[in-house]
């Protein structure tokens, strides 16, 4: 009963990234300009899709869905960040705060992940079966699918968040992040976590590893089917509106699965802090960049709606 009390009633703290003020000011501006970069990429894309009836196609929808995402993913880590930052990790947060954003960037984290092979299985079935592309991804598989991403990745996020915060805490409340991360949070708890680690590690490599396949077996088609085409504009043509995709899904989950993936014996806090920096802020800058940069339909679309939107119409 004595745990149980001690566990409701404590409330955590992050660990500055550094002791001197003047670096987690120059942190601060950094992590808010790249906070505000993403929220106006990602937003600009979801609001262009929106407007743009030539971009509503699955594969915009898909990509318009994964904006929002990452607007909502790094809106759950960045403002608590932000506060920490500024206050030399003095802002605190109770466990049910902690467990909150847990949820929610677990639960958006893994319904992006999914997402990114039902974007694997949209160009697989564009470069693969052209002619039967309309008749097999029409709008309501298009929303079932992302209904079921969402859906995965709250279920997902329920089963990792739940089993962490049955764990007991005691005295020791300083977590080693800039947010409350599974393995971060998980070494703080003052009992064995020897299965909670196991079943961890089992849950990231199946959520991790199932989408990926399916995304490697999707290129692997798409690969085979794009040298087969004669024309060299065609074939070039075809794999543009993939590696976007797969620059994205390399980031991804490279980052991601060497933070769950890695064993817990070579686990360092301090790499772990700065890989999730490229996965919480990073990342979410370079996707609205990089699917505009390579995809000439949706670069087009975007100059043109600036230009009217500094043309004043």
């Known amino acids: ?129 052209p002619l039967r592309y309309t008749l097999i991804m029409s709008w309501s598989l298009c929303v079932e699918m992302v209904v079921g991403s969402l859906v995965l990745g709250s279920l997902l996020s329920l089963t990792l968040t739940i089993l962490i915060f049955n764990l007991p805490f005691c005295h020791n409340n300083e977590i080693y992040h800039f947010y409350c991360d599974m393995p971060a949070v998980m070494r703080l708890a003052c009992a064995d976590t020897h299965v909670h680690r196991t079943a961890l590690y089992i849950i990231s490599f199946i959520v991790l590893s199932i989408p990926l396949s399916l995304i490697s077996i999707s290129y692997v088609f798409i690969i085979t089917t794009i040298l087969q085409i004669r024309s060299a504009e065609g074939r070039h043509r075809a794999f543009s509106t993939c590696s976007s995709h797969i620059i994205v899904v390399l980031l991804q989950y490279g980052c991601t699965s060497f933070i769950y993936l890695s064993p817990s014996s070579s686990y360092s806090p301090e790499m772990g802090r700065m890989v999730s920096v490229v996965y919480t802020f990073i990342t979410p800058i370079l996707n609205p960049l990089i699917y505009s940069m390579r995809n000439k339909e949706l670069k087009d679309t975007l100059k043109k709606a600036l230009r009217k939107f500094w043309g004043g119409g």
């Open 1 to 129: 009963m004595e745990t149980i009390n001690k566990t409701a009633n404590i409330q955590f703290f992050f660990r500055p990234f550094s002791p001197d003020p003047g670096v987690q000011m120059v942190i601060f501006v950094a992590f808010l300009v790249m906070y505000l970069t993403s929220l106006s990429g990602n937003a600009t894309i979801a609001v262009v899709v929106h407007t743009n009836h030539s971009l509503h196609t699955p594969m915009y929808f898909f990509l318009a869905n994964l904006a929002v995402l990452e607007i909502f993913y790094t809106s759950a880590i960045a403002p608590l960040a932000l506060a920490n930052l500024l206050s030399m990790g003095k802002t605190p947060v109770s466990i049910t705060g902690c467990g909150t954003q847990m949820f929610f960037f677990v639960f958006l984290g893994g319904a992006d992940n999914v997402l990114l092979a039902v974007m694997a299985y949209d160009r697989f079935v564009a470069i693969c079966y």
